[in-house]
């Protein structure tokens, strides 16, 4: 399931992308348009902004933009960013893999089912972009 600060973050990069050009969005207009928390938002942004995916703008006419076009964002990225593992489960993490204690791999068929069901929200999550989640296609 999204976390609360993953939503926000995608209706976040939804509104700047539906936006006609590029130009810096200020935080406040987000939050008030999308109805996030002032505070939580700012915190989202930056690391979007350290990631790579934003930039920020200071001053008179400032405020947040993309850096990379957001036909360029997989949506895997953002979850990964904001909630970590795409995976059910440890074990079957692509990033995030961590062997469970008790089980054996191999002979795990809780494991072997978890593989496919993250292969399948791969399949999606990789080759939708942020720019599949705007009105228009930008």
Do not use: W
């Not at 509104?15 to 999308?34: F, G, H, Q, R, T």
């Not at 960013?81 to 074990?91: F, T, Y």
């Amino acid at each position: 399931m999204l976390s609360k600060k993953a939503q926000y973050a995608f209706k976040a990069l939804m509104y700047m992308a539906d936006k006609k050009d590029n130009e810096p969005i200020l935080i406040a207009e987000i939050s008030k348009k999308k109805r996030i928390p002032l505070k939580f938002l700012e915190n989202i942004l930056l690391e979007l902004k350290k990631a790579g995916i934003l930039e920020s703008k200071k001053g008179k006419g400032g405020g947040y933009f993309f850096k990379v076009s957001p036909k360029e964002v997989p949506l895997a990225k953002i979850v990964r960013l904001i909630d970590g593992p795409i995976a059910m489960l440890p074990c079957v993490s692509l990033y995030f893999y961590e062997r469970c204690k008790n089980c054996d791999e191999k002979q795990c068929g809780l494991h072997d089912m978890m593989v496919l069901v993250r292969d399948a929200n791969l399949r999606i999550l990789e080759k939708k972009t942020v720019a599949d989640l705007t009105k228009k296609m930008v």
